[in-house]
């Protein structure tokens, strides 16, 4: 497995989070900083609201000497999102392959709930969510093209 990171959900202060752990863990931000109005209009999805614009859509910060890598999100309530206590913390999956992706994907959402079916994304990675059966939140990202 390429790499087992944590990811976190925040209502709208991903950055200022963010800003405040690199303060403590020292280090820099992996890549820039991915905003909500840098996602491509996508066909038949509604306008995102102009405030959501400058949100943050991802963010990646390595920390204990890269050991591990924090990553986080705003979620927005206009895209459907509510966060609360325990549904703010991802594990996040990197595996090297598409068919081990797909592999832990269904042995992890068998008996849970899928939130976001496997699909190739715009930023070229298969992607998908999923809670396992004792509510644990999973998340896949993989970089294998097809």
Same mark, same amino acid.
């Given at each position: 497995? *390429?790499? @087992?990171?944590?990811? $976190?959900?925040? =209502?709208?202060?991903?950055?200022?989070?963010? $800003? /405040?752990?690199?303060?403590?863990? !020292? +280090?820099?931000?992996? +890549?820039?900083?991915?905003?909500?109005?840098? &996602?491509? #209009?996508? %066909? +038949? *999805?509604? *306008?995102?609201?102009? =405030?959501?614009?400058?949100? @943050?859509?991802? &963010?990646?910060? #390595? &920390? $204990?000497?890269? *050991?591990?890598?924090?990553? !986080?999100?705003? =979620?927005? %309530?206009?895209?459907?999102?509510? @966060?609360?206590? +325990?549904?703010?913390?991802? &594990?996040? $999956?990197?595996?090297?392959?598409?068919?081990?992706?797909?592999?832990? /994907?269904? =042995?992890?959402?068998? !008996?849970?709930?899928?939130?976001?079916?496997?699909?190739?994304?715009?930023?070229?990675?298969?992607?998908?969510?999923?809670?396992?059966?004792?509510?644990?939140?999973?998340?896949?990202?993989?970089?294998?093209?097809?």
């Amino acid at each position: 497995m *390429a790499r @087992v990171s944590t990811y $976190l959900n925040f =209502a709208s202060n991903t950055e200022q989070a963010f $800003l /405040f752990y690199k303060s403590v863990f !020292g +280090g820099e931000f992996q +890549g820039d900083i991915s905003r909500f109005g840098d &996602i491509p #209009p996508q %066909e +038949g *999805a509604p *306008a995102l609201p102009e =405030a959501d614009k400058n949100l @943050v859509m991802h &963010i990646a910060l #390595p &920390i $204990l000497g890269g *050991a591990h890598v924090l990553m !986080g999100t705003d =979620a927005p %309530e206009s895209m459907g999102f509510k @966060v609360n206590m +325990g549904n703010n913390v991802y &594990i996040n $999956l990197e595996p090297d392959t598409r068919t081990e992706t797909q592999r832990l /994907f269904k =042995a992890l959402s068998d !008996g849970g709930k899928v939130e976001m079916e496997l699909q190739d994304m715009f930023w070229g990675a298969l992607y998908g969510s999923c809670t396992d059966k004792f509510g644990v939140q999973w998340m896949f990202n993989c970089e294998e093209k097809a």
